[in-house]
């Protein structure tokens, strides 16, 4: 079996900066995409950013220049440095990762449980 679970999350004001975790356990092979999703309230659950498993990247618009992915594969574990956080980025951020548990089989993706980010005064 294979975990994701997500660490960082919480309250902050508008202009302050977050750092979120997410580190992937159990059967793994390889890992090849990773990325962070959120969805806020009412709305569909959207890409902010992804890494390839050789550290290429693509970010959301509304997040470039603001965010940063990063992931640490010796670890297992994919990084969101938030900067300049708006109100507008209040969401539950979920982590993802397509992953291989076998040599020979296909990735398949897995979602971590989720961690809530607020930002408010």
């Known amino acids: 079996q294979v975990q994701l679970v997500e660490s960082g999350g919480g309250l902050v004001q508008p202009g302050g900066s977050l750092r979120l975790s997410c580190a992937a356990s159990?059967?793994?092979?390889?890992?090849?995409?990773m990325g962070w999703y959120r969805q806020a309230p009412g709305k569909q659950r959207e890409l902010v950013a992804v890494?390839?498993?050789?550290?290429?990247?693509n970010y959301e618009d509304s997040v470039k220049g603001r965010f940063t992915i990063s992931r640490d594969n010796a670890k297992n574990t994919v990084y969101l440095q938030m900067n300049s956080l708006k109100p507008e980025d209040t969401a539950a951020y979920y982590c993802?990762?397509?992953?291989?548990?076998?040599?020979?089989?296909?990735?398949?993706?897995?979602w971590g449980q989720g961690t809530q980010v607020t930002v408010s005064s």
């Open positions: 890494i390839a498993s050789n550290g290429g990247t």
């Open positions: 159990g059967s793994i092979f390889t890992i090849d995409v």
């Open positions: 993802n990762a397509a992953i291989r548990t076998h040599w020979g089989t296909p990735a398949y993706n897995y």
